[in-house]
T-cell receptor, first 112, second 115 residues
Framework: KAGVTQTPRYLIKTRGQQVTLSCSPI?????VSWYQQTPGQGLQFLFE???????NKGNFPGRFSGRQFSNSRSEMNVSTLELGDSALYLC???????????FGQGTRLTVV | AQSVTQLDSQVPVFEEAPVELRCNYS??????LFWYVQYPNQGLQLLLK??????LVKGINGFEAEFNKSQTSFHLRKPSVHISDTAEYFC?????????????FGDGTTLTVKP
């Protein structure tokens, strides 16, 4: 069974640009969550989607947004990138959001 | 609201010695508890989980953890560590359905196994 797939693995963007990250969950999983991981702040929850609906949202500015498609694949978008957005972005999928989550390898975003 | 405290940021240990990584949590509702491991430049891998039932749970790679409701703890243990166990370990809590898909993580414990 294929795991959670995140693309791309690495990204370098310039301040002010926007970026879109993609996440394909494990087959049959309908919940997809996104996290930002930085050395200073640790793992912080961005948002969670279930059946194309955002159910929970973390404490991030509106520049961070996401969506989920009917096949449960999810994307997150960050607009007007700032240097502080440099981080490892992790996607996790679970069957319902109320059980264990499985993580992808992450996308390492560097903003210069 | 829920929170997780990992009591040790770094744990150095010699190969074949036992290890315990400590985790305390706080929550106003029943929770599910997890331990994850992260190797450099990788995602998180699930080591073990407590959802219900027996308070002693066994995971992959010889790890186990004990859920203690009265002490709100979920400590991770391994009787004999290997060099390959060197990694960062995260304790996480998942609350009720109002927080579906929203795990709260501790700050992590770096386990360093020395030869």
């Amino acid at each position: 069974k294929a795991g959670v797939t995140q693309t791309p693995r690495y990204l370098i963007k310039t301040r002010g640009q926007q970026v879109t990250l993609s996440c394909s969950p494990i087959s049959g999983h309908r919940s997809v969550s996104w996290y930002q991981q930085t050395p200073g702040q640790g793992l912080q929850f961005l948002f969670e989607y279930f059946s194309e609906t955002q159910r929970n949202k973390g404490n991030f500015p509106g520049r961070f947004s996401g969506r989920q498609f009917s096949n449960s694949r999810s994307e997150m978008n960050v607009s007007t990138l700032e240097l502080g957005d440099s981080a490892l972005y992790l996607c996790a999928s679970s069957k319902t959001g109320a059980t264990e989550a499985f993580f992808g390898q992450g996308t390492r975003l560097t903003v210069v | 609201a829920q929170s997780v405290t990992q009591l040790d940021s770094q744990v150095p240990v010699f190969e074949e010695a036992p290890v315990e990584l400590r985790c305390n949590y706080s929550s106003s509702v029943s929770v599910y508890l997890f331990w994850y491991v992260q190797y450099p430049n990788q995602g998180l891998q699930l080591l073990l989980k407590y959802l219900s039932g027996s308070t002693l749970v066994k995971g992959i790679n010889g790890f186990e953890a004990e859920f203690n409701k009265s002490q709100t703890s979920f400590h991770l243990r391994k009787p004999s560590v290997h060099i390959s166990d060197t990694a960062e370990y995260f304790c996480a809590v998942l609350g009720d359905n109002t927080n579906a898909g929203k795990s709260t993580f501790g700050d992590g414990t770096t386990l360093t196994v020395k030869p």
